[in-house]
């Protein structure tokens, strides 16, 4: 934790249910005077790729298409993996407009392209809360391992990785959406300056069925993260010494 603001980040597979214990974990935190605000690391790229695919904004089609593109960058999982007839191109997928943007500022803008801009996004908003008494940053889309860093190391919050069942197998390859499982282990077992106590754990939430179960896993999370906080004496927030 860094100064009255918490980070937590959420990492796990496309479709695992990040998107949704983000929305537990707000609904369900303790104590009612924090502001939560949620910050994506994917939202420049969201923002990038409806510039892309609409084209000209003054076009007969474009509030419509503006809409369809809305409903699939904003929408569930699911829906971004639905096949746009983008004319000449073929069909595109959302998802995978994402991903090649997502590795081009990576592979030639920097590495930390995305985390600087997130890390931008946290400081103004430090900037326009600096007089509440506390913040809680919720990132539900952490995917690779400088973006794990950022949330343990540079600002000494915590991750809650969503673990697949046994036998599952996930399809998408890309890097993006392979998932950190073995990374966070070992960190959680190395256990360098507190980081293994503040890597949580919760089942994925593939079924509707696992919904009730994710949102009393977002209730022992807070409880895990506000023990810890108090614990490793990472600083004071919500009225009370953590």
Request: aromatic fraction near 6%; include cysteine; hydrophobic fraction near 40%.
């Amino acid at each position: 934790m860094r100064g009255n603001t918490l980070v937590v980040g959420i990492h796990g597979h496309s479709g695992s249910g990040k998107s949704q214990m983000g929305e537990y974990l707000e609904e369900t935190f303790p104590y009612p005077n924090a502001n939560i605000l949620f910050v994506h690391m994917a939202d420049p790229l969201k923002l990038a790729t409806a510039e892309l695919l609409v084209g000209d904004p003054e076009a007969a089609n474009a509030d419509e298409w503006s809409d369809i593109l809305h409903d699939r960058l904003y929408g569930s999982s699911a829906e971004r993996e639905v096949p746009l007839d983008y004319g000449r191109c073929g069909e595109l997928t959302i998802r995978r407009v994402l991903q090649v943007l997502g590795h081009l500022g990576r592979a030639y803008l920097h590495e930390d392209i995305w985390v600087e801009t997130a890390h931008r996004v946290i400081c103004d908003l430090e900037s326009m809360h600096s007089h509440d008494n506390s913040m809680v940053v919720l990132i539900p889309d952490i995917r690779y391992a400088n973006e794990v860093n950022y949330v343990l190391r540079e600002r000494r919050g915590f991750i809650v990785d969503m673990r697949e069942p046994i036998g599952y197998e996930h399809t998408d390859s890309h890097p993006s959406e392979a998932g950190l499982g073995q990374l966070l282990l070992a960190r959680k077992y190395e256990n360098t300056d507190g980081e293994g106590a503040r890597i949580l754990h919760a089942n994925s939430a593939r079924l509707v069925a696992d919904l009730t179960r994710l949102k009393e896993s977002a209730t022992s999370i807070w409880n895990c993260v506000l023990t810890a906080s108090a614990t490793l004496n990472l600083g004071h927030v919500f009225g009370r010494t953590l």
